[in-house]
C-alpha cells in the first residue's frame, strides 16, 4: 500500500459508503457529477456551499439529496423581504403555567439548512444567519446555544440581475467555503428527465447512506489528509498570483489559503487519498477562489482568469 492511499483515505467501510451516496446523487442530479463532487467535498471540509443560478435548474434538489443520503436532519427556509433573524435563530416565548421564558428552536438549529434565495432577504437577516454559520452558535436573551454538529448551509442565490435582490457583501461572501453554479443539464441529462417525466429518481426514494456520527468521524479523517511542504509552497505561490494580477482588485486571503488547504484535502479525501495533491488543489480552486476574487472590471471572464491562473502558476 502506497503512503498515498494508506494511513487517512478513506478505511475500506467509509470508501465504500461515499460510493453508494454519490451513486445516489447521480441518480437524482442528472449530469452534474462535477458540482456533486464539490458539494460532497464542501461537507467533508466542515465548510457551506453557495449555488447561484436561475431558478429551476436544481439547487433544491441538490440540497434536498445531500442532506438525504447522508442521513442528516434537513430544514428549507425560503428567504423573503420580510423575514426576520429570529424566524432563523428562534426566539424566547413566555410560559405563563411556569413563570419563565422557554427558548423555540429556529431551524437554524439543524444538520443540514437549505437558505433558499438569500440575497431576496434584507442584509440583517443575511447577517444573522451567516453570524452562526462562522460561529456555530447562537445567543439570544443572554443565552448562548450551540448548533448541532455536523452543520452544513446551502444558500442558494438567483443572478443578481434578478429583481429584488440584495447581494451579500464580500466579508460574507467569504463565509462560504465555495461556490458553484449548476447550469443547464446537457442534452443527453435532460432527454433522460423528458422521458422519465421528472419522476424516475426523486429525492424521496433515496435511503440514507450516512448518519451524523459517521459523517463526523470522516470529517476527522478529512483532517488529518497530509499536505507535503510543496503542496503548501504551491497554494502560496497560486496566493500571490491573485494579489499580484491586475485584473483582481484584492487577491486570495490567509484565511482563503487555508480554506483552499481544507478543501483540497477533502478532495483527496473523497477520491481515496490520504496525502493532498496539486491536482486536488486545482480541482476545487475555481469554487472556492470565484467568490472571493472582486473584478476591477465585472466585463472580465472570471472562469477563464481563474484558469490562467493555475496555467501560469508553476507546480514546486
Known amino acids: 500500500m502506497t503512503a498515498v492511499t494508506s494511513a487517512h483515505s478513506p478505511a475500506g ?10 451513486a445516489q446523487l447521480d441518480s437524482v442530479i442528472l449530469g452534474k457529477s462535477g458540482q456533486v463532487r464539490l458539494a460532497l467535498t464542501c461537507l467533508l471540509a466542515r465548510g457551506h456551499l453557495l449555488i447561484e443560478d436561475q431558478p429551476g435548474v436544481g439547487k433544491t434538489t441538490l440540497a434536498h439529496a445531500l442532506a438525504r443520503t447522508a442521513g442528516l436532519h434537513f430544514r428549507r427556509v425560503q428567504f423573503t ?15 405563563g403555567v ?35 454559520m462562522e460561529e456555530g452558535q447562537v445567543s439570544e436573551g443572554g443565552v448562548t446555544r450551540p448548533l448541532p454538529r455536523p452543520f ?26 465555495m461556490t458553484v453554479t449548476l447550469g ?15 419522476r424516475s429518481v426523486t429525492v424521496r426514494d433515496l435511503p440514507p447512506v450516512l448518519d451524523a456520527a459517521t459523517l463526523l468521524a470522516m470529517q476527522a479523517e478529512v483532517d488529518r489528509v497530509y499536505a507535503a511542504a510543496p503542496l503548501l509552497d504551491y497554494l502560496q505561490l497560486l496566493a500571490r498570483a491573485t494579489r499580484t494580477h491586475p485584473a483582481f482588485a484584492a487577491g486570495l486571503s490567509p484565511r482563503a489559503l487555508l480554506a483552499l488547504l481544507a478543501a483540497s484535502r477533502a478532495w483527496a479525501y473523497l477520491h481515496g487519498r490520504s496525502m493532498a495533491l496539486p491536482e486536488d488543489v486545482q480541482a476545487v480552486f475555481p469554487a472556492l477562489a470565484a467568490h472571493r476574487l472582486p473584478l476591477r472590471d465585472p466585463a ?11 496555467t501560469e502558476t508553476p507546480i514546486p
Open 300 to 310: 472580465h471572464d472570471l472562469p477563464g482568469l481563474l484558469r490562467a491562473v493555475l
Open 184 to 198: 443547464y443539464p446537457d442534452p443527453a441529462a435532460e432527454r433522460q428527465l423528458l422521458e422519465g417525466g421528472g
Open 81 to 95: 423581504a420580510d423575514l426576520l433573524p429570529a424566524d432563523l435563530t428562534g426566539v424566547s416565548v413566555w410560559d
Open 13 to 22: 467501510h467509509h470508501a465504500a459508503l461515499l460510493g453508494r451516496l454519490l
Open 98 to 132: 411556569n413563570g419563565v421564558f422557554r427558548f423555540h428552536e429556529g431551524p437554524v438549529f439543524s444538520e443540514v439548512l437549505l437558505a433558499d434565495e438569500i440575497n431576496r432577504a434584507t442584509p440583517r437577516t443575511q447577517g444573522a444567519l451567516l453570524e452562526a
Open 152 to 177: 452544513f448551509v446551502i444558500a442558494t442565490q438567483n443572478p443578481a440581475a434578478f429583481v429584488g435582490t440584495s447581494p451579500l457583501p464580500e466579508a460574507q461572501l467569504d463565509r462560504f467555503l
